[in-house]
C-alpha cells in the first residue's frame, strides 16, 4: 500500500534538547516507530527548520538509517555539508541514495534521523526542526 507521506508536524518547532545542549549523536535521534506489523521502503524525506537564521541551528551533516530490530542500522542515505537548511523556515526533500528501495532489503520498521553537524559554530549536535515527513511504501507484514 503506498502512503504519500508520513509526518511529524509542530507549528513552532522541535529543539533536540530538554534542560541541557545536546553533547553527542546519541542525543540527536529522531526515531519513527511503524509497529510490530508495518514496514516502510523509504524512498525520499523533506525536512523543514525552524525560526534560527542563518549559521545557527540548522542541519548540516546527518544520516538517515533503517532497523528492524532498534540495535542494528543500514544506511539509507547520507548528508555532508549541506547547505539547502541553512535558514530560518527553510525546507527542502531529498531522495535517499544509499538505499535499495523497492527491494525486500529496504523495508524498516524503524526509520531515524542523525545529526552529525549543524551550521552553528557553538552548536554541533543542536538542531531546530519545524518539519519532517517520509515518503514511500507501507506494507503490512
Known amino acids: 500500500k503506498y502512503l504519500p507521506y508520513l509526518r511529524y508536524y509542530d507549528n513552532n518547532y522541535f529543539y533536540n534538547r530538554i534542560g541541557r545542549t545536546p553533547s553527542s549523536e546519541s542525543d540527536t ?31 548540516k551533516m546527518w544520516r538517515i538509517e533503517g532497523s528492524n530490530d532498534g540495535q542494528s542500522w543500514t544506511e539509507l542515505d547520507r548528508r555532508s555539508n549541506d547547505g539547502n537548511l541553512n535558514d530560518k523556515y527553510r525546507e527542502y526533500p531529498y531522495v535517499c541514495k544509499l538505499g535499495n528501495s523497492g527491494s525486500k532489503s529496504n523495508l524498516f520498521r524503524y526509520i531515524r534521523y542523525v545529526n552529525e553537524d549543524s ?17 514511500g511504501n507501507v506494507v503490512t507484514v
Request: charged letters at 25%; glycine letters at 8%.
Open 29 to 59: 535521534i529522531i526515531k519513527f516507530d511503524f509497529g510490530s506489523n508495518r514496514k516502510v521502503d523509504l524512498r525520499s524525506y523533506l525536512i523543514k527548520t525552524g525560526s534560527d537564521g542563518p549559521n545557527l541551528r540548522h542541519p
Open 119 to 135: 551550521w552553528g559554530s557553538n552548536y554541533k549536535y543542536d538542531i531546530e526542526v519545524s518539519y519532517f515527513e517520509l515518503y
